[in-house]
């Protein structure tokens, strides 16, 4: 039986009363948002109407978007154009359609470094070494990687020609059809021919995964790889999530699932602080053995990566080792805007760990980040990090022949002195000696902020000397030119000199003349400089 439902009168009315309020609040916010693009639409039409010569107005509105992020003062907030979303998708999903090969340049061709897992490339024959002379007849000597890389991207289905020298010597031309390219971002220790070899310690029972990025596929990979693994015996894993920019949300909470049977993971608040919370705890649904873990963290380690980190590590449920990551506590949103014009990633709430901990860096910021555990912080110099990086390359490229004669990947001494990975030697001995029945072994420092802050520290001093050492070439070079234009009968040209000395600052011309001797208290230089702008005046009080 169908039951009819009226609205009656007196309902009516008091709908259409509240619509009657609404409606002018509704119409004023609108002519508020139209009212502030007044002075912006004066000014463009001005320009478009009296500037002596044409504009480019595709710029100026690049300006003005540009403009409008920058006031926001957020690094992670930006205007991606139409231009550039193609790369930017890439790097956001790990997807892109092309022939899926990693490439270098070497010796001035552009070089396949390794093809990738299930990509046309692979299937076409192509392998590591393969050095590509041509691509669509166009020789690809001392032309730009990424116009080269161009030519290999495209439509789905579409074909591309390229032309490769095999390290035998041989040439040939292959003929590959591009499809979608999803990027693989779970890594084993080793290749082992296609597939790829997760064992450290294949006798113990110690695994090793490294997670390069958190896409959309990334937990799909991770469930595949962990089958492979349980089909041995599992009892220990280094989970590696060094130089793991991060990625989405949601796959960092699924990723954490994995392995916490219970606790909170996460949580986001918005711009109404914990009025707009909203958290996420783990799920006993599908979670991995409790078995001795570590995760490698390093300070390109960053959003995602620190959740994950973060969440086991507060948790109890996995050590962490290495150094404090990059300390990004920021989510952001991807806005693709209508039309086809362009893409905005913008900033929409931060996220704290279980502790409530928000580990954004700031520019005071003492804490950041997500640091190791006491005892397992495990510097490594920059020199040495790529060292390991080319070291750790080698055996992860895709070859016709493979032989791990001499390796020995469950001797922690083995890898410092064949990989110079200390920070995953250091974890695979602590798991080990774990696995023995002891208790977690002292294995690195207990000072991560300050290896973080000396660290930086390093890499600021060597940026200053390399500064300090090529002003020294430019200013032998402008003695030089001084020296000719002398012998040109023209007087030198020397920069506006400043010297500072007890309290004091004293501004020369570019001839050597003396502007005028400024005195410098409280240690504020900065004023001081702004005043040499305004008058030569003899003293400076603040």
């Known amino acids: 039986m169908r039951i009819k439902k009226t609205v009656g009168p007196a309902l009516l009315i008091v709908l259409f009363a509240a619509l009657l309020v609404q409606l002018p609040k509704a119409i004023a916010d609108r002519n508020s948002s139209y009212s502030w693009f007044d002075p912006i639409v004066d000014v463009r039409h001005l320009i478009l109407e009296r500037f002596y010569k044409a504009p480019d107005e595709a710029a100026m509105q690049r300006a003005m978007i540009d403009a409008m992020i920058r006031t926001l003062d957020d690094p992670h907030t930006v205007f991606v154009p139409p231009a550039d979303e193609r790369d930017f998708n890439k790097d956001l999903r790990g997807t892109y359609v092309g022939i899926g090969a990693e490439v270098n340049v070497v010796e001035g061709f552009l070089t396949i470094s390794t093809p990738m897992d299930d990509s046309p490339s692979l299937e076409a024959g192509v392998m590591a070494g393969d050095v590509v002379l041509e691509i669509n007849g166009t020789s690809t000597f001392k032309v730009p990687i990424n116009d080269s890389i161009d030519l290999l991207l495209g439509e789905a289905g579409t074909t591309v020609n390229i032309k490769v020298r095999h390290l035998g010597g041989e040439e040939e031309n292959l003929t590959i059809t591009r499809r979608k390219i999803v990027a693989r971002t779970v890594k084993g220790v080793r290749r082992k021919g296609l597939a790829w070899d997760y064992w450290l310690d294949s006798q113990v029972g110690i695994a090793y995964v490294r997670l390069t990025q958190f896409t959309d596929s990334s937990i ?6 962990f089958r492979q693994i349980q089909r041995g015996d599992l009892n220990g894993l280094v989970f590696d999530l060094r130089d793991n920019p991060g990625g989405g949300l949601s796959t960092a909470i699924q990723v954490s699932n994995l392995f916490l049977t219970k606790g909170k993971i996460v949580s986001m608040r918005g711009r109404k602080g914990k009025d707009s919370e909203k958290s ?5 649904k599908n979670t991995l053995p409790d078995f001795p ?6 300070g390109g380690s960053a959003s995602a990566s620190e959740i994950v980190a973060g969440a086991l590590q507060e948790n109890a449920r996995a050590k962490v080792l290495g150094a404090r990551s990059f300390g990004k506590g920021s989510v952001q949103e991807v806005h693709e805007l209508p039309y086809h014009r362009g893409t905005l990633k913008v900033t929409a709430a931060r996220y704290y760990l279980p502790s409530g901990r928000n580990i954004a860096r700031e520019k005071d910021s003492i804490i950041w980040g997500v640091d190791p ?3 397992y912080a495990v510097p490594m110099t920059d020199e040495i990090y790529g060292t390991m990086l080319q070291a750790r390359r080698e055996y992860e490229i895709i070859r016709e022949e493979i032989s791990h004669e001499g390796q020995d990947w469950s001797d922690p001494n ?3 002195e064949n990989i110079s990975d200390l920070q995953l030697a250091a974890a695979l001995e602590a798991i080990q000696t774990r696995l023995k029945g002891d208790d977690w072994p002292v294995v690195g420092q207990d000072n991560p902020g300050i290896l973080a802050l000396d660290k930086e520290s390093t890499r600021r001093l060597n940026e200053r000397e390399r500064i300090i050492k090529r002003l020294k070439q430019i200013d032998e070079r402008l003695s030089e030119i001084n020296q000719l234009a002398a012998r040109a009968g023209r007087p030198p040209l020397l920069p506006p000199e400043i010297e500072t000395a007890e309290g004091t600052i004293t501004v020369r011309d570019k001839h050597g003349n003396v502007i005028g001797t400024y ?8 004023l001081a400089l702004q005043q040499v702008h305004l008058s030569p005046i003899e003293s400076i009080a603040q």
């Open 373 to 375: 555990d006491p005892g």
């Open 414 to 416: 083995w890898i410092k």
């Open 293 to 298: 873990m570590v995760v490698l963290l390093n």
């Open 519 to 526: 005195r410098i208290e409280d240690g504020n230089l900065e």
């Open 280 to 284: 996420w705890s783990a799920q006993t």
């Open 220 to 225: 799909d990979e991770l469930k595949d790889a």
